[in-house]
Structure formats: C-alpha cells, structure tokens
C-alpha cells in the first residue's frame, strides 16, 4: 500500500499516544527507577517521531520531474501511463482559473501537430476551453529590415500543406488547467510540495534534497522548471 495511506491509518494511535506521553509528563516522579523508565519512554517517543517525520518526508518513485510547468505535467501524465512512479516537484500547487471575457493571457503557446497528438492520447485537449484556442491556417515570417516584407518573406498554407490547420494557439492557464484535471484523475504521480535544493546522483539512483530536509529518492530525474 501506499506510504502516506498506511501512515494516515495510524495517525489516532500517534495521537493517543501522543496525549498520554503529555499526561505522563506532568506526573511526579517519586523514585530513581521511575525516572530511568521515564527517561526511556522520551527516548522512544523521540525516536518514533523521528521515524514518522522520515516515513512522512521522504518519497520513493521511479522518476522524479522538477517543475510544475506545462512540461513538467505533460511528462508526469505520459511517463505515468507506463505504469513508471512519478514524483511531481513544485514549490507549491495553486489552483488554475482561466481567463474569461475579453480577458487574455499575456504568454500563449504554438502547438504543432505532434503536441496536439500527444495532448489528445493523453485525454488533455478535449478538456481544453476550446472556444478559446484559435487555429492558424497561414503564417508569414519576414525579416525585422522596414519594407523587406515583400523580398524576404516565407509564407506557410495549411491548404497548400493538405492539412486543416498550421498549429494551434492555445493561452498558458487554459492549457495548465486541462493539464492539472487529468493530473487529478492519473494513477501513479504523486505531487511534492517543496523546493529542490541539492542533488545527488550515483551508480543506481538519484537524490533531490529539498529545502526542509525532505528528500526524493529516483531512478531519474528530470528538470523541467
């Protein structure tokens, strides 16, 4: 089973215990044989804890992805749908709301054939605002030279091309929202609120450390911040 679940099954009895080692610490201690049993009852209390701060702070996965991103979560999903533990690291993870009206985002996307393909197998682009993404059938590229447009200029035609649409222009919240709904549904990626501070890498693994003394131990690591 997972960690986390086995450890959130467990977390009444820290509790209990927990409260009775606050009770026993506030009754007197009358005789050296007490105080020795005492002594070792923090010992143990200290050390448990310790066992549940590690169990708690430290990950285990396959792959571990650096950066909440828009490729960060498309790797996460399709790397997941391998049957391969993902370990999804990002400072921190805050809902996405999309623009609405005449609202629009300031940094937007051109999506080729090949990402629209990857979206589409990854069950993304049909949970995209699509009233909101704007194909392109033609593009002229020219040079920045004043009245060069005419001389330098490339032009691309979808119909000249045989296919419907040159690209895509899609807004970066529409596309981290769609991203972050198949997330919510996608098996085995488990998202880490933290920051990288360190890595270590040897013969078998890897090891981000994280600001806070958690760690992630992985076969990979992947820096898509």
Same mark, same amino acid.
């Given at each position: 089973?997972?960690?986390?679940?086995?450890? %959130?099954? #467990?977390?009444?009895?820290?509790?209990?215990?927990?409260?009775?080692?606050?009770?026993?610490?506030?009754?007197?201690?009358?005789?050296?044989?007490?105080?020795?049993?005492?002594?070792?009852?923090?010992?143990?209390?200290?050390?448990?804890?310790?066992?549940?701060?590690? $169990?708690?702070? !430290?990950?285990?996965?396959?792959?571990?992805?650096?950066?909440?991103?828009?490729?960060?979560?498309?790797?996460?999903?399709?790397?997941?749908?391998?049957?391969?533990?993902?370990?999804?690291?990002?400072?921190?993870?805050?809902?996405?709301?999309?623009?609405? *009206?005449?609202?629009?985002?300031?940094?937007?996307? %051109?999506?080729? #054939?090949?990402? #629209?393909?990857?979206?589409?197998?990854?069950?993304?682009?049909?949970?995209?605002?699509?009233?909101?993404?704007?194909? =392109?059938?033609?593009?002229?590229?020219?040079?920045?030279?004043?009245?060069?447009?005419?001389?330098?200029?490339?032009?691309?035609?979808?119909? $000249?091309?045989?296919?419907?649409?040159?690209?895509?222009?899609?807004?970066?919240?529409?596309? !981290?929202?769609?991203?972050?709904? %198949?997330?919510?549904?996608?098996?085995?990626?488990?998202?880490?609120?933290?920051?990288?501070?360190?890595?270590?890498?040897?013969?078998?693994?890897?090891?981000?450390?994280?600001? *806070?003394? $958690?760690? =992630? #131990?992985?076969?990979?690591?992947?820096?898509?911040?």
């Amino acid at each position: 089973r997972p960690r986390r679940k086995i450890i %959130a099954e #467990h977390v009444p009895e820290c509790k209990c215990f927990l409260s009775w080692l606050l009770i026993f610490s506030l009754l007197p201690v009358f005789s050296p044989v007490a105080a020795n049993l005492f002594a070792r009852r923090i010992m143990l209390a200290g050390f448990l804890l310790r066992v549940l701060y590690m $169990a708690l702070n !430290n990950h285990r996965v396959d792959i571990c992805i650096v950066g909440n991103g828009a490729v960060g979560k498309v790797a996460a999903l399709a790397l997941s749908q391998l049957g391969l533990r993902v370990g999804l690291l990002a400072p921190a993870f805050t809902p996405i709301i999309v623009a609405q *009206g005449d609202e629009w985002d300031v940094r937007v996307f %051109a999506l080729n #054939h090949v990402a #629209h393909r990857l979206l589409s197998g990854l069950k993304v682009w049909d949970a995209l605002q699509l009233e909101r993404v704007q194909a =392109v059938s033609a593009m002229q590229i020219a040079d920045a030279v004043p009245n060069a447009l005419a001389a330098s200029a490339l032009s691309f035609d979808a119909y $000249a091309a045989h296919v419907e649409e040159l690209a895509w222009i899609i807004e970066d919240r529409n596309l !981290n929202q769609a991203l972050d709904k %198949a997330l919510q549904f996608a098996q085995n990626i488990t998202r880490i609120e933290g920051q990288a501070q360190s890595l270590l890498v040897d013969a078998d693994s890897a090891r981000v450390s994280l600001v *806070g003394g $958690a760690t =992630v #131990h992985a076969d990979l690591v992947v820096g898509a911040d």
